[in-house]
């Protein structure tokens, strides 16, 4: 291929690739399979391996991360990122407003509010439109440059096309995970047996400074922008200049208000006090600024925090109360989470009986006693904190926690293994919250999804020793099921063709369920369709495990490991024999042709030997694009009977061409 077809291969592809993303992210549709999706990335990043020239800077490539930074660049900030002064009451508020109108000599001046997002700050640079640098805050004055990591988030513009954008921006503002991607983040490292992250607000921080950008593109972080920077902005207010990056494409919280008076500025501040709950992300505060910017110029700035805008924090809601003792936690993996049992309290709404501790580390750091009275704080998350101890309140005599030495539930002798946080019960077959553990695990949704089971059967199931691993579930008879409480004929029916539907799950979903540590459903999925059976990723090498897509060390000796130990094997031969999926059946799709590249086409009416959907896979499978109407960019009208004739009008009026089926059936025979 030559430099100039390469070049224009780039760009269909690179457009293609804009369209698909835009439908999805902005518009939540798709047109094309994951597959094809991720065909026509593979086709983009092998053109740019061999034309790394021609590689754009907002390539979509660029999205999926894959460099990796062994150290960010270092790099002075144009304009310092100071921090912001913070308030906790309404009256420092006030003096705040005081101190703003005698800085403005009497002259009228209006607030802007915004909330305070819990995040990671972060300054975009922005040349003749591209995304040049995403620089980290680091001390105010340097930051590391973190763009290969920047350029995963997905809400964020690469470039930016339009007349009145400066040729050289900054724009600033938050990096974060939503309270959803966490959530789910930590559901999948539960379901691997990994420890849970603590907060979102850490694990953005961390995640932006990760090495490897693919693994933080899919962390999914996101971002909100609120400060337009540069020399020739051409707005006159702050308003004007959120409303100016919105226009250019950039995600801004819808949450801002312009304000009039401190009064209105308080009752912002109370309208999101507790609405703040519902937003998809965490927050901590308001931000209040002067919103004219040759005011704000006035005002100036102190060393660190501007004299135009300041913080308003809510208070975390906390409270005092009894630390009765502690419990401990199994989970399937083995791993022991301590838990605060709390002399019930009411606390933002609801009764708090219990805190988690996480691990022996926390404890320590909080240096518990039993009997003490402990801060507990509703933080964004749903699960109260421990925060402290009131010391004044502790009794001379309490003594200081010790960490449990064996487990709760089987007495087995704790381990804890080195560089990790949480202890361990290794009695893995005879631990019952490990054993009825991984029958859940099992059962769940995104593995074999028998949800005519539940949590209660499967521990009756286990008390009768009926079932001590999932294979026992397909051994399971109707008389068996009638010994358990509450259950009649119809639900042991229920029961019974729920695990005989189970049997037509697919094959990444059974190796998902068999709960080989550190494989979550995406690594099942990646393994599922490398190795194709459970017979081939059975026999495979760490070494061949490695060169999988998305296998790392750690999973690959943990897959090894796995299929070493014969109870895992017998217990694979008789969930084979039950009739579960041990192969892959996921097809390959057909070779993406590229006959209707650069083609666009609108189809309507029907058609006697396809359907709509059919017809539009077909313009796909071969490099065409879908309309959604028909305007002077469509190429094509495919016009079947009764087609539309509004449609057949507009199109003959912009000399669209107007084609029918057995034309359209000889565009992709040749
Ligand atoms: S404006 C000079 N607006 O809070 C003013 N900051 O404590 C620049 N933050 O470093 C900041 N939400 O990371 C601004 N709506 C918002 C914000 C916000 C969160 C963070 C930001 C800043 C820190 C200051």
């Known amino acids: 291929m030559s430099s100039q077809e390469a070049k224009a291969s780039i760009k269909e592809l690179t457009d293609k690739i804009n369209y698909h993303t835009d439908l999805y992210y902005n518009q939540n549709k798709s047109e094309i399979s994951d597959f094809e999706f991720d065909q026509l990335l593979k086709n983009l990043i092998d053109l740019e391996n061999q034309f790394p020239d021609l590689k754009l800077p907002d390539s979509p490539t660029q999205r999926i991360g894959g460099s990796i930074a062994k150290e960010f660049e270092n790099v002075v900030h144009q304009y310092p990122m100071l921090s912001l002064g913070n308030t906790y009451s309404k009256e420092e508020l006030e003096d705040f407003d005081g101190r703003v109108a005698k800085g403005l000599g009497g002259e009228a001046y209006e607030y802007f509010c915004e909330l305070k997002f819990d995040g990671v700050s972060i300054s975009l640079i922005y040349e003749e439109g591209v995304l040049i640098k995403a620089i980290t805050r680091g001390d105010g004055v340097r930051g590391d440059n973190v763009i290969a990591n920047a350029k995963t988030i997905r809400t964020l513009p690469l470039r930016i096309n339009g007349k009145k954008i400066p040729s050289r921006f900054e724009v600033r503002g938050e990096v974060f995970l939503s309270k959803e991607i966490f959530k789910q983040l930590n559901r999948e490292q539960e379901d691997i047996g990994e420890d849970t992250y603590a907060n979102a607000r850490n694990t953005a921080s961390g995640t932006l400074k990760m090495q490897d950008s693919a693994v933080v593109a899919k962390r999914k972080l996101d971002c909100y922008l609120y400060y337009l920077l540069g020399g020739n902005l051409k707005a006159a207010t702050h308003e004007e200049a959120i409303h100016n990056i919105e226009s250019w494409g950039f995600q801004v919280s819808p949450t801002y208000k312009k304000c009039s008076t401190i009064q209105e500025v308080l009752e912002y501040i109370n309208l999101w006090e507790n609405k703040r709950r519902e937003l998809p992300l965490e927050t901590d505060g308001v931000v209040i600024k002067i919103n004219s910017l040759e005011q704000q110029q006035r005002l100036g700035a102190t060393a660190k925090v501007p004299r135009w805008a300041i913080s308003y924090k809510y208070k975390a809601e906390s409270i005092t109360t009894k630390l009765n003792g502690i419990t401990y936690q199994v989970g399937r993996t083995g791993a022991v989470t301590p838990v605060a049992e709390l002399e019930p309290v009411l606390l933002a709404g609801t009764t708090v009986k219990r805190a988690s501790l996480h691990n022996a580390n926390e404890i320590a750091r909080l240096d518990l006693h039993i009997g003490d009275y402990v801060f507990v704080e509703k933080g964004g998350e749903i699960i109260p904190k421990v925060t402290g101890v009131d010391l004044a309140r502790r009794e001379k005599s309490s003594v200081a926690v010790t960490y449990i030495f064996s487990c709760p539930e089987c007495k087995t002798a704790l381990i804890r293994k080195e560089g990790e946080a949480n202890h361990y019960c290794p009695n893995e077959n005879g631990c019952p ?235 992709i025979k040749n």
Request: negative net charge.
């Open 433 to 667: 919250p490990q054993i009825k553990g991984r029958i859940e695990h099992f059962i769940q949704r995104k593995a074999m999804d028998i949800d005519s089971l539940g949590e209660q059967t499967i521990k009756q199931l286990f008390d009768l020793s009926l079932v001590k691993t999932p294979a026992d579930l397909y051994d399971l008879k109707k008389e068996n099921l009638l010994q358990l409480d509450k259950v009649k004929e119809k639900s042991a029916q229920n029961m019974l063709a729920g695990i005989e539907a189970s049997k037509a799950a697919p094959f990444e979903s059974v190796l998902f369920a068999i709960g080989i540590r550190f494989v979550g459903k995406t690594v099942a999925e990646k393994l599922a369709h490398y190795f194709k059976s459970m017979d081939q990723l059975s026999k495979a090498t760490y070494e061949q495990l490695v060169e999988a897509p998305e296998v790392g060390e750690k999973i690959a000796a943990s897959v090894v490991q796995f299929f070493q130990v014969s109870e895992n094997l017998r217990e694979v031969k008789r969930l084979t024999a039950a009739g579960l999926k041990m192969e892959s059946d996921q097809k390959e799709p057909e070779e993406v042709s590229s006959k209707l590249i650069e083609k666009s086409f609108v189809i309507s009416g029907t058609f006697e030997n396809y359907e709509r959907d059919q017809l539009k896979d077909i313009i796909l499978a071969n490099g065409g694009r879908i309309l959604s109407g028909v305007s002077g960019k469509l190429d094509y009208l495919v016009a079947g009977e009764s087609v539309g004739p509004s449609k057949l009008e507009k199109a003959e009026k912009l000399g669209v061409k107007i084609i029918s089926i057995s034309e359209f059936e000889t565009m």
